[in-house]
């Protein structure tokens, strides 16, 4: 049996590869009874293969079933579910969901009080409704694109789908309202995401330095756009970071340094002077730096008030004391892989922590429990495989 502050909560999971997956995700880690519907054929490669590290970080924590919408049979399935559930995620195309006769409003009829999650690439209306979305397509119409990477150096995506990312944790923070609306009005209602809407509102105070001050950001390579001087810093054995903004933290840094001769340089006597004599005062800065092994500046630095850290590989990113303290890998066994580690909530609760209670399911592993729980008697359930509707 579920647990966790969200186990009251059954969720039905139509999403596929990222964004969707994502959103239900955190649903999942937080206690939800997630029944994830795949079709008979399984959806192994969206997403990655199903034994792949992609697939599993994505589906733990829910229970599969296969269901073929296409049929009527499948159809009165999911309608039964759906007057079970509190919450439908898709991430269908917008006219897939109308076709399959899932769509938010014909479930309303159903239920009243669920909760209906669509994620698409620009929205649910609009020019642009139908185009198919993918990360990096909203990474370069959200502008992101544009200020990545080295200045001069043309278009850089990020290394993560950030778009796809976003998209379903906002589309899970939407759900999350949505259902402690329905504790006062009673009823479910439309909850909508975009990658291209999240990937614009991620931009943050660089989209806000055009809508409001008519600035264009320009590609900044590993410094910071504002905050000066803050990048990347060779040393004596690679690079570390060092993020020195404001007054009091730049002279901190000159002082442990052993350079207090650049808090009276004209040229940095200033915020203003340092944006724009950036690349000099790095200079002077990695003329030091070179000196000492990265080890030791960051533990000089961040003795001194000095945000400061090292630059990792993935592999030596879960070797760090503190990585390992916070807990977010946690192991899981699958009986296939055996034990494997997926990554965790970055969200603590004091009383109630989420949790990795259970690994991927095997396709359709919990087909014969969900329709059990509906109603079905074996010989209903024996007749649907023997139709292919699940």
């Not at 150096?153 to 329905?182: N, S």
């Not at 404001?246 to 840094?253: A, K, Q, S, T």
């Not at 899981?332 to 259970?358: A, F, K, M, Y």
Request: include cysteine; aromatic fraction near 6%; charge should be neutral.
């Amino acid at each position: 049996m579920s647990t966790g502050p969200l186990s009251r909560f059954k969720v039905i999971d139509l999403t596929r590869v990222r964004a969707g997956p994502t959103c239900v995700r955190q649903l999942a880690d937080w206690g939800a009874d997630v029944i994830k519907i795949e079709s008979p054929g399984g959806d192994s490669g969206l997403g990655g293969e199903r034994h792949g590290p992609d697939f599993q970080n994505l589906h733990r924590n829910k229970r599969s079933l296969t269901l073929n919408l296409k049929e009527p049979q499948g159809v009165e399935v999911m309608n039964r579910l759906v007057a079970q559930a509190d919450v439908v995620v898709e991430n269908y195309r917008p006219d897939v969901k109308f076709r399959l006769g899932v769509d938010y409003e014909s479930l309303r009829k159903i239920n009243k009080r669920i909760v209906y999650a669509s994620i698409s690439g620009f929205g649910q209306d609009g020019p642009y409704r139908e185009r198919p979305g993918f990360d990096q397509i909203a990474q370069g119409m959200g502008g992101l694109m544009s200020i990545t990477g080295l200045p001069g150096q043309g278009p850089v995506r990020v290394g993560i789908p950030v778009a796809d990312l976003t998209a379903g944790i906002f589309a899970a923070m939407g759900i999350l309202i949505a259902l402690l609306e329905r504790e006062q009005s009673g009823e479910g209602q439309w909850v909508q995401s975009s990658l291209l809407a999240a990937q614009i509102s991620m931009l943050d105070f660089q989209a806000a330095r055009w809508t409001i001050a008519k600035e264009v950001p320009e590609q900044a390579g590993n410094n910071h756009p504002t905050s000066i001087p803050t990048g990347v810093f060779q040393t004596k054995d690679g690079y570390i970071n060092i993020a020195a903004a404001g007054e009091d933290i730049y002279r901190r840094l000159c002082k442990a340094l052993g350079a207090e001769q650049l808090i009276e340089d004209p040229r940095f006597l200033n915020g203003k002077l340092r944006s724009t004599n950036r690349d000099a005062m790095n200079a002077e800065i990695e003329k030091i730096t070179v000196d000492r092994t990265s080890a030791d500046w960051i533990e000089r630095l961040n003795a001194q008030g000095v945000p400061s850290g090292p630059i990792y590989k993935m592999n030596e990113v879960f070797e760090d004391a503190q990585v390992k303290h916070l807990g977010i890998a946690r192991k899981v066994h699958h009986n296939v892989l055996g034990d494997v580690e997926v990554i965790g909530q970055p969200i603590e609760l004091s009383r109630t922590p989420w949790t990795i209670r259970s690994a991927t399911p095997e396709l359709g592993e919990h087909t014969d429990q969900i329709l059990g729980e509906l109603g079905y008697d074996a010989g209903a359930i024996a007749a649907m495989k023997e139709k292919k509707v699940v």
